[in-house]
């Protein structure tokens, strides 16, 4: 078993809906939750991270942790064109440095 | 402010040769990260580095494989001699110890 699962997708949604990405991981170490997107032919780029459970909120982004379950949720409100990219979840373990990476989950928005 | 600088961005070459990928991170980044990214396996930690140190390198394919960092301002990453298994795309990322990493836009990676 992998330690972050993430359904690689692609999703294709409208502009204006509400985008769900979501991970799963196995280690309960995890304590820090980062989300990057990923433009093609460029580098990740950190979205948003947050820390243990709870939510987070930047703009049109939520970040989602249940610790409980061990599910990551990323959220985007009023998707726009320019969100169109592959989204990467990568938990990490307090005082560690090491990302571990899900597969990410291309997503597309439509005009 | 500059980011993470790799070169070359494309490189084809055929198999059994050399092949150096080179970062410069960010500058006051002390930490730094080698990935490697393919669609089979995703984006995988090869080796990094902090304040120039090598720490922990169990993510190196093999030992045709070396990374060094000579000084704070630049990295490299050899493959000698390259497989066609080594095609991928290999990003560079930096960081200060224990902050969120900064990627490059990689190097695409072609053997022949």
């Known amino acids: 078993q992998k330690e972050v699962e993430q359904d690689p997708g692609p999703l294709s949604v409208p502009e204006g809906a509400i985008v769900s990405l979501n991970c799963t991981y196995s280690n309960s170490a995890f304590q820090y939750f980062m989300w990057y997107r990923q433009y093609s032919r460029k580098g990740p780029e950190l979205l948003m991270y947050?820390?243990?459970?709870g939510n987070k909120e930047d703009g049109r982004f939520t970040a989602q942790v249940d610790k409980s379950s061990k599910y990551i949720s990323l959220f985007i409100r009023d998707s726009q064109p320019s969100d169109s990219a592959t989204y990467l979840c990568a938990p990490l373990t307090g005082g560690a440095q090491k990302l571990v990476f899900g597969q990410g989950t291309r997503l597309t928005i439509n005009p | 402010d500059a980011g993470v600088i790799q070169s070359p961005r494309h490189e084809v070459t055929e198999m059994g040769q050399e092949v150096t990928l080179r970062c410069k991170p960010i500058?006051?980044?002390?930490?730094l990260f080698w990935y490697r990214q393919t669609m089979m396996r995703g984006l995988e930690l090869l080796i990094y580095f902090n304040n120039n140190v090598p720490i922990d390198d169990s993510g190196m394919p093999e030992d045709r494989f070396s990374a060094k960092m000579p000084n704070a301002s630049f990295s490299t990453l050899k493959i000698q001699p390259s497989e066609p298994r080594d095609s991928a795309v290999y990003f560079c990322?930096?960081?200060?110890?224990?902050?969120?990493?900064?990627f490059g836009d990689g190097t695409r990676l072609s053997i022949l």
């Open positions: 500058s006051g980044h002390n930490s």
């Open positions: 990322a930096s960081s200060p110890q224990g902050r969120p990493q900064h």
């Open positions: 947050t820390y243990s459970s």
